[in-house]
């Protein structure tokens, strides 16, 4: 599986906890949807103990759904390509030149 079985169970448990709850209704409006977690927790046992490929199957195709998922969002700022050319300089510097 692309994670351990572990993690998708602590995933699970932090959606259904109580703060994760809040903040979820509080910047979305509605309820966290823990499902999925508990499905591919379910999903990933199975492929496991007894090689399921229809849960190895699964499994990859909610991965790739959640990372399909995050390249929705775009950045808020953009990465830079190299330092800036004052890189070295104190960050105070303007409050020295003036003493």
């Given at each position: ?7 998708y ?8 906890s ?9 910047a979305y409006?509605?309820?966290a ?7 591919d ?16 199957d699964?499994?990859?195709k909610?991965?790739r759904?959640?990372?399909?998922e995050?390249?929705?969002?775009t ?13 070295h ?10 003493s």
């Amino acid at each position: 599986p692309p994670r351990a079985c572990e993690d998708y169970l602590s995933e699970f448990r932090h959606c259904k906890s109580l703060f994760n709850r809040f903040h979820h209704y509080y910047a979305y409006g509605t309820a966290a949807s823990c499902q999925q977690w508990k499905v591919d927790y379910n999903n990933c046992r199975e492929w496991e103990n007894h090689r399921l490929t229809e849960a190895k199957d699964a499994l990859q195709k909610s991965e790739r759904s959640r990372l399909a998922e995050q390249r929705n969002f775009t950045p808020v700022w953009k990465l830079r390509q190299e330092p800036p050319s004052d890189w070295h300089r104190p960050l105070d510097q303007e409050n020295q030149q003036d003493s």
